[in-house]
């Protein structure tokens, strides 16, 4: 097995309508991922990820810069650098900057494991 370097400073952003930019830093192409997804997101102003809640799926949001506010189950929570939030299958919450700054966030989603090897 070998180790792989991946410089995120260097992976593509994409645009994401209402949710900031999006770059993939950890998938099957960049580094054989079969099992994980992992995003690095940036979100400002009015901008706010809503993960969609997914069925088999496990889902961590990390933030890495800035303030803002996590919506869980009705409830607002404010957070900053470090503070995060994980979501289970079919759990939803949304993250959006505080007072109109800017966040980073890195999202990582995986599917639930099924048969378990002891």
């Known amino acids: 097995m070998t180790t792989t370097f991946i410089r995120t ?53 990390y933030l890495m810069e800035g303030e803002g506010v996590i ?8 957070v900053g650098r470090g503070a995060g939030v994980y979501l289970g299958p079919e759990e939803t919450a949304s993250i959006a900057p505080a007072a109109k700054g800017t966040l980073k966030l890195f999202h990582l989603v995986v599917p639930e494991v099924k048969d378990a090897v002891a």
């Not at 079969?34 to 088999?56: F, H, Q, S, Y």
């Not at 919506?71 to 404010?78: A, V």
């Open 9 to 61: 400073a260097d992976v593509a952003r994409v645009a994401v309508k209402g949710a900031g930019e999006a770059a993939e830093v950890l998938n099957k192409a960049l580094c054989g991922a079969e099992n994980v997804l992992g995003t690095l997101r940036w979100l400002k102003g009015d901008e706010r990820l809503e993960p969609a809640a997914k069925a088999a799926t496990h889902q961590l949001i």
């Open 71 to 78: 919506r869980l189950n009705g409830k607002d929570y404010p």
